[in-house]
């Protein structure tokens, strides 16, 4: 049984790198898609198919690394002419907890920048319960002018959690431009 030679199906050499055989393959890839291939005849197009065929089949081996490893093996590559392929998990090792973490990723000294006051932020949750007890209690008593004011408060409540939100960032952004 013959080895299919995968290396020169993708014009490549076994010393050629991972990006190497990927770009040969891609190359290869737009050359003989049949899709690419469509003011061309049949007979043409079904040879660029079998090419196509065999081409994903040699990107299939190579461009894994295991899958290299042992088709080099395989086909009996010395050593000195392979590609060094290493795994990243040679190189990268995951958090431990009990690793110490770097004190200047936890800094949570302010920075400076001039904040609304306690009480403007709490206006508008302020201005919500305000008009909610207004419109319980202009709907039991039945008086229409503490309606009135239940939806004017319900109102500036909106309107005050939109705008309040919008000063503080506006105050944060131009202390940072300082």
């Not at 008009?131 to 202009?138: D, E, P, Q, R, S």
Request: with cysteine; net charge negative.
């Amino acid at each position: 049984m013959a080895i299919v030679e995968h290396y020169d199906e993708l014009g490549v050499t076994p010393s050629a790198s991972p990006a190497e055989i990927r770009m040969s393959y891609l190359a290869l890839a737009r050359r003989f898609h049949p899709d690419g291939l469509a003011g061309v005849g049949s007979e043409e197009r079904a040879l660029a198919s079998a090419r196509m065929a065999r081409i994903n089949a040699a990107w299939t081996v190579l461009g894994d690394a295991r899958r290299r490893s042992a088709y080099d093996a395989a086909i009996d590559v010395p050593a000195a002419s392979r590609a060094t392929v290493r795994d990243v998990g040679d190189t990268w090792t995951p958090y431990q907890d009990e690793d110490d973490t770097d004190p200047r990723l936890v800094d949570d000294t302010p920075s400076g920048a001039p904040t609304l006051r306690r009480g403007l932020t709490f206006l508008p949750a302020g201005l919500a319960a305000g008009a909610f007890a207004a419109l319980v209690l202009g709907f039991t008593v039945g008086f229409a002018p503490l309606l009135g004011v239940g939806l004017i408060l319900l109102v500036c409540s909106g309107l005050a959690f939109l705008v309040i939100p919008l000063l503080a960032l506006a105050k944060s952004s131009r202390a940072d431009r300082l």
